[in-house]
């Protein structure tokens, strides 16, 4: 590689551009794309959350949810009571999504195990949208019927 002098104002240009674009290639233009979760991915995330982490949990929720209960005073509810009822997911799938006014309805097949047995069971979760971006889970309607399903 060979290199040419050039004069000093011609020295102190190049020097200007070389700052200028390394400034510019570190400090982007226009905000970094934060991408919010979508609510199937809201639910996928409660789902490997829900009951171990319950003050991760918590953050996922609309006041309604917890029945106007603060995320603390859910999680120190919440928590005895799931411990003692040993609750763990042992599949879930979400299998349908659907935009319901301005709410997300979004269906899971689920399966837990509980201290009382195993239990399939259908999870409808309603999320609305959180005034910070992405969306929160407002309510969970469970469904034991069997009726619906293939033996």
Do not use: C
Not at 113 to 136: A, K, R
């Amino acid at each position: 590689m060979s290199y040419r002098m050039i004069d000093g104002r011609s020295k102190f240009l190049w020097m200007e551009l070389v700052v200028l674009i390394s400034v510019f290639l570190s400090i982007p233009a226009w905000p970094q794309d934060i991408s919010l979760p979508t609510p199937r991915e809201t639910v996928e995330k409660w789902l490997q959350v829900y009951p171990s982490n319950l003050e991760q949990a918590a953050e996922m929720t609309t006041a309604g949810f917890r029945e106007g209960a603060s995320k603390g005073e859910w999680v120190a509810i919440r928590g005895p009571f799931l411990n003692n009822l040993g609750m763990k997911y042992v599949r879930a799938k979400v299998v349908h999504e659907e935009v319901v006014g301005k709410e997300m309805h979004v269906m899971v097949h689920a399966h837990i195990i509980t201290s009382m047995g195993d239990h399939p069971q259908d999870e409808l979760y309603i999320l609305v949208s959180n005034p910070d971006g992405g969306w929160l889970i407002d309510q969970v309607e469970v469904y034991t019927e069997t009726f619906n399903r293939l033996p």
